[in-house]
Each structure stands twice: as C-alpha cells, then as structure tokens.
C-alpha cells in the first residue's frame, strides 16, 4: 500500500498523531515518519490543562508525552512550530505554512478540535477565554492569580466538562465562581438527569453560584481587569475572568479543502481510513461511520489512542478496528468520573451504591443490555463494566444494583 521509499506524513503532534508514529514503528515499518504539530511543544496531555495545571504548579515536563530521546530512539522526525497548509491528494503532498512542500506515501490526519468562540463576548477581548492548549490553559492560570489576588469572580460559560473542571480548580484557589449553563441541567448530552443533579449540587455545595437556562445578552469589558456579563433577563454579573466551555469544532478544513469526505468532522471507518486511499485520520477532528449508518464524534484520551493506533495500522494494510468500550473520565474536586460505553439510546438507568457517600455507579440498559455505566469514586466498578460492555455480557437490572452481588463473576460464568 505504502510503495517504495515510503514516507509517512502526519498532520497534527498530539495524543492521536503520537500514537499512530509510534503504532507504525512498533508495527515494524521501516520508511521515514515525519510528524507535524503547529504548537511549539512537543506531543503534550491535555487532561490536566483544566485541572493540576491551574492548580499544583506542575512541571512541563509533567505534560509531556513522550521524551525527545525516545521519538529519536524511534526515528520520528517532530516538527513542532510547523502548520500545514493544504494537501494535494493528486501529487501526494502536503503544503507546509513557510512554503515549503512535501510529499508523502501515506498521510494521517490528526488534527484536532478548534473551541466554539461565544460571538456575544466580541467587546470583552482578553477577558474572555477558551481552553484547548498550553498557551491557553498558561492565560487561565495568570488569570486566575490576578482574580484570587484581586477577588475578583470567575464566570463559566458552559457547564460541560471543561467548564465545571475549571470551576472546580477555581474553587480550589478560593476564587468566587458563576457556572452559566443555557440547558436546564448539567452534562446534558452525555449524563443521565439523576448524575446531572447530583453533580449540580457538589458543585452548589463548594460554594458555585449555578444559573441554568441562562441567556447571554453581551459580555464587555468594563476596565483592564473586570469584564461584565449581562444576561437576557437583566442579571449582571462582574467578573474578573471568563471562560468559555461550549464544546468544540473538528479540524476538517484541510481535509474538506482537499476532497476528503467530511461532515462534522473527518468522516473514517472503523480502521480509521477516509474517502481517499492512503488517507487516514484520527482523534478528535474524525466522526466514525457506525456499521448502521449512523455517526459517532468521541472527544477523549482513549478514543484518540486507539483511532491513532487503528489508523496506522490501516494504512499498512492491516485491519485492527478498535473493539472495546469507549471510555472517559473527569475530575472535579476528590470526585473521579469514570464513564465506559454509550449511554445514548438507554431505558434503564439503575444505581449501584449510594450517591450520598460520593461512591457509586449508574448502570444504563437498553432492552436489558448494559450498554454504559458511569461510576464516581468507583473505579472497580468502572474496570469491571468496561470489560463487560466490551465482551457483552450483561448483569440483569436487579444484580447491577445489588452492591453485595459479585459483578465480576459474570465474567467467568458467562464467558
Ligand atoms: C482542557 C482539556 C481537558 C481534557 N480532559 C480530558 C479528560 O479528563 N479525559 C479525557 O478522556 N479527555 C480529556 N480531554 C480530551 C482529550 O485531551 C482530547 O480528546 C485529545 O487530546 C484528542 O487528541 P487529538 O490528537 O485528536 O487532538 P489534539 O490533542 O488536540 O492534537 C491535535 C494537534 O494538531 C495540531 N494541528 C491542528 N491543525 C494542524 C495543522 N494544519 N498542521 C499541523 N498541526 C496541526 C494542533 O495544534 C494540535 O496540537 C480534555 C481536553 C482538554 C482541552
């Protein structure tokens, strides 16, 4: 598939670009890989960005993914501080941002997801922020100094993950926090309503004002170091910080400009490989097309790890689909979410434990077959479910929800 001489080209020096260099060389290619990032750090985590990051003074170090000794080790040639530009499917190349051109035998998208910007926040200039990158989340953190040193609020936009990680951290350098959310709960799309409450008053008990169904009118800068957030109803609240958490856009304009089928996002299969041969894509700028036609856009560490891996072994001809559950975590506070599966689509949402003594999972059915469970503090529970969800072997509704029923026998008796 890949020719002679062949050249690998990888678009994107993240966690789904890092895997899929180190997926080819420990699949034993022997061709050159070159592996393009526009960020000027090498291959970094983003999970603690919205959390020990702003936080714990961590070291970069403690960011970084792998160690520049070990790309060289394994003769992958990091280009960091370089964009690319556009792709010529028909020369095989890849336009670099300097000019400068370079052609491939086989190319891996990895790019990524751009934050949706709040275009009401137009007036508020730096006071307003996004977070996706180091030099982002290094904006917040001086931000939050200045609101703790200042006591001045923080403002959320978005109760999403992102946004309730950051509030949890804010809260931890005693910052004064407002969570705006324009659903009527937390977590809407991804947690059933019992987990939204629960998280709504963990996050009310910490002390966060929460408004939901809130309707921004404006946001403007009213001096250097305040900004107001005015709400459709009236409500102003000042705050020395606000950042945005309203999810994400896929980067797909370089694939759309070049042919390659995109809708949100690039659209793969489950190897990872897009409309054009020798083409493949990863993380979290694809949308997977499912066996029965419909679309699945996962944001997550793992999912980026194993489209990476998946993607990379596509395009040496193997077929390694990545078979097991999705799985997520968050943290807030001492809490640890930890989802495995889909919850989507679910008639059957049964508790496991107790939600007062922070340690308990929800297990989610449908027609009778767990399909997804979202533990907190559980992380036993979570272990055992994924693999479950991925062997497909389901407890009934009443042994999910017996904690003195051993879930992890099911595995021995039914496989
Ligand atoms: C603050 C934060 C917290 C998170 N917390 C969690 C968590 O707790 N648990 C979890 O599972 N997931 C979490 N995630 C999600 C997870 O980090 C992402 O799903 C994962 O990083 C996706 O990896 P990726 O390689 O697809 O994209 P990225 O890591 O975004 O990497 C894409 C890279 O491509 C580069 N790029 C884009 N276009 C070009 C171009 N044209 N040329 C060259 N380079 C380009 C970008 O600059 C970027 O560096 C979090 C994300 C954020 C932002």
């Known amino acids: 598939m890949i020719g002679a001489d062949p050249h690998i080209v990888i678009v994107g020096a993240g966690q789904a670009g890092l895997q899929a260099a180190e997926t080819l060389r420990s699949e034993?290619?022997?061709?050159?890989?070159?592996?393009?990032?526009?960020?000027?750090?090498?291959?970094?985590?983003?999970?603690?960005?919205?959390?020990?990051?702003?936080?714990?003074?961590?070291?970069?170090?403690?960011?970084?993914?792998?160690?520049?000794?070990?790309?060289?080790?394994?003769?992958?040639?990091?280009?960091?501080?370089?964009?690319?530009?556009?792709?010529?499917?028909?020369?095989q190349s890849v336009l670099l941002h300097d000019g400068r051109a370079l052609t491939y035998s086989g190319l891996v998208l990895a790019t990524g997801a751009t934050p949706r910007q709040l275009p009401q926040a137009q007036g508020a200039g730096d006071l307003v922020c996004t977070l996706r990158?180091?030099?982002?989340?290094?904006?917040?953190?001086?931000?939050?100094?200045?609101?703790?040193?200042?006591?001045?609020?923080?403002?959320?936009?978005?109760?999403?993950?992102?946004?309730?990680?950051?509030?949890?951290?804010?809260?931890?350098l005693g910052i004064?926090?407002?969570?705006?959310?324009?659903?009527?709960?937390?977590?809407?799309?991804?947690?059933?309503?019992?987990?939204?409450?629960?998280?709504?008053?963990?996050?009310?008990?910490?002390?966060?004002?929460?408004i939901f169904d809130a309707r921004i009118a404006e946001i403007r800068k009213t001096s250097d170091h305040a900004a107001e957030v005015r709400l459709a109803d009236g409500t102003c609240i000042?705050?020395?910080?606000?950042?945005?958490?309203?999810?994400?856009?896929?980067?797909?304009e370089l694939a759309r400009n070049a042919g390659i089928a995109c809708e949100t996002g690039i659209v793969v299969d489950a190897c990872g490989r897009t409309s054009v041969p020798n083409i493949v894509a990863a993380g979290d700028c694809t949308v997977?097309?499912?066996?029965?036609?419909?679309?699945?856009?996962?944001?997550?560490?793992?999912?980026?790890v194993e489209q990476g891996r998946s993607a990379a072994?596509?395009?040496?001809?193997?077929?390694?689909?990545?078979?097991?559950?999705?799985?997520?975590?968050?943290?807030?506070?001492?809490?640890?979410?930890?989802?495995?599966?889909?919850?989507?689509?679910?008639?059957?949402?049964?508790?496991?434990?107790?939600?007062?003594?922070?340690?308990?999972s929800i297990f989610h059915f449908s027609e009778s077959c767990l399909v997804a469970v979202d533990s907190i503090n559980a992380a036993r529970d979570h272990m055992i479910a994924r693999d479950l969800i991925g062997r497909r072997i389901s407890p009934t509704a009443q042994q999910a929800g017996d904690t003195t029923f051993n879930l992890a026998k099911l595995r021995t008796v039914l496989a």
Not at 43 to 68: F, G, I, M, N, V
Not at 326 to 351: C, N
């Open 28 to 91: 034993a290619f022997e061709g050159r890989i070159t592996l393009l990032g526009a960020e000027p750090h090498p291959p970094y985590q983003r999970p603690p960005l919205s959390k020990a990051w702003l936080t714990d003074h961590l070291d970069p170090e403690q960011l970084t993914l792998r160690d520049l000794s070990v790309l060289e080790r394994k003769q992958i040639d990091l280009c960091t501080g370089t964009s690319v530009s556009a792709i010529d499917v028909k020369s």
């Open 313 to 360: 072994s596509a395009l040496l001809g193997a077929e390694k689909p990545s078979l097991g559950a999705p799985w997520f975590w968050s943290d807030q506070y001492e809490m640890k979410l930890q989802i495995a599966g889909l919850s989507r689509g679910a008639d059957t949402h049964v508790l496991r434990g107790d939600m007062e003594s922070h340690s308990f």
């Open 288 to 304: 997977r097309r499912l066996s029965d036609g419909s679309m699945l856009r996962l944001e997550s560490v793992q999912n980026a």
């Open 133 to 172: 990158s180091r030099a982002d989340a290094d904006v917040i953190a001086r931000r939050l100094r200045n609101c703790a040193q200042g006591e001045l609020p923080l403002v959320v936009v978005g109760g999403g993950f992102i946004g309730l990680e950051v509030a949890a951290s804010a809260r931890k």
């Open 176 to 210: 004064a926090v407002t969570i705006l959310e324009a659903a009527s709960r937390l977590l809407e799309r991804v947690l059933s309503q019992d987990l939204s409450d629960w998280y709504a008053r963990l996050h009310a008990d910490r002390g966060t004002t929460l």
């Open 238 to 252: 000042v705050a020395g910080l606000v950042v945005v958490g309203i999810g994400v856009t896929p980067n797909d």
